[in-house]
């Protein structure tokens, strides 16, 4: 496909756009993920909180494609925090996916109150030896918890999933993560629908292009750097948001795009989250 890939930190290749199902209802979960795959996507966003793992596995197997061609990432729940707990739940994970093993698992939130995060990254760590998961990372991680895990382990994170949009640019992160070999994701890539992809600008620059005002979103992150995982249950939408290396935007596109950023957060402070 046309869908650039990313090189982690762990020697393997992520598909830089991929397919979110959070709020993917699982009655319908395994036909849009099917249509995904149809579509061309082969990297898969879900997590134990969203109560679908077990169809996206169905969608995964009804749709014929190859284990070694497909990127599958799931998401560590707030409630199985710790070295042991963290382990048994990837492999409940594993069993409801259908999988022997997971691309990426992700500490879901940091739930600095809890402070369990270092011990559940070291049960990551026993995972990843253990062959069941190709890469681990971590998501909502601010710079302070990453530069924990940097003193108290061995391992960095793969990738650091984040809120990231036009209005939420998280430059100092971003930064960080470039400097310690960290790849970013960023999740409600377009603003959640509402917002970010009506601005004027964005808008402007769609007109200019022929392109939506997501797609043109999109293509911003994909020049960034960024991986990203839109969720639509939307046929055309599915098709439009993988629609977007056919086009580039110039310089200064991409500079009146970082204008509107304002630090507004459409989720939770991750700091503040338990
Ligand atoms: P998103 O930015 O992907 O927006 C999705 C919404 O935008 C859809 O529900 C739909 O209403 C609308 N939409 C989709 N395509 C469109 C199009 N082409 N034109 C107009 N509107 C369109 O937001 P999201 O679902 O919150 O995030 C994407 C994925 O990120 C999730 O599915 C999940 O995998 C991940 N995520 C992770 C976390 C985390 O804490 N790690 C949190 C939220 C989401």
């Known amino acids: 496909s046309n869908v ?6 762990s020697g393997h290749t992520i598909p830089q756009l991929g397919f979110g199902v959070f709020q993917i209802d699982p009655s319908e ?3 849009k993920v099917g249509k995904a795959l149809e579509i061309g996507y082969r ?5 134990q909180m969203y109560g679908n793992e077990a169809e996206v596995g ?3 197997r009804q749709s014929g494609v190859g284990r070694d061609e497909l990127f599958v990432t799931t998401k560590c729940n707030n409630s199985n925090h710790g070295r042991l707990d963290s382990q048994k739940a990837l492999d409940e994970s594993l069993e409801k996916l259908g999988l022997d093993y997971v691309d990426l698992y992700l500490i879901h939130w940091p739930l600095p109150g809890k402070d369990l995060y270092v011990d559940t990254w070291k049960g990551f760590e026993e995972a990843l030896k253990d062959g069941k998961v190709r890469s681990i990372g971590v998501s909502n ?3 302070h918890h990453l530069d924990r895990l940097a003193e108290e382990t061995d391992t960095v994170p793969a990738v650091n999933q984040i809120e990231l949009h036009p209005h939420m640019q998280q430059m100092a992160l971003r930064s960080y993560d470039e400097r310690h070999g960290i790849a970013t994701e960023a999740w409600s890539p377009i603003g959640q629908g509402k917002g970010v992809i009506d601005e ?6 769609a007109k200019k292009h022929d392109k939506s005002g ?4 999109l293509r911003w992150h994909v020049q960034l750097g960024n991986i990203v995982f839109p969720k639509s249950v939307t046929e055309s939408r599915i098709q439009e948001n993988f629609d977007i290396f056919d086009f580039e935007l110039s310089d200064e596109e991409m500079g009146s795009i970082a204008e509107l ?3 507004e957060r459409l989720g939770p402070d991750p700091d503040k989250f338990d």
């Open 43 to 47: 990297h898969i966003d879900t997590a």
């Open 261 to 263: 950023e304002k630090a």
């Open 200 to 205: 004027p600008v964005i808008e402007g620059i």
């Open 214 to 217: 997501a797609q043109v979103t």
């Open 4 to 9: 650039p890939g990313i090189e982690l930190n």
């Open 141 to 143: 991680f601010q710079t």
């Open 58 to 60: 169905e969608g995964i």
């Open 29 to 31: 979960t395994a036909e």
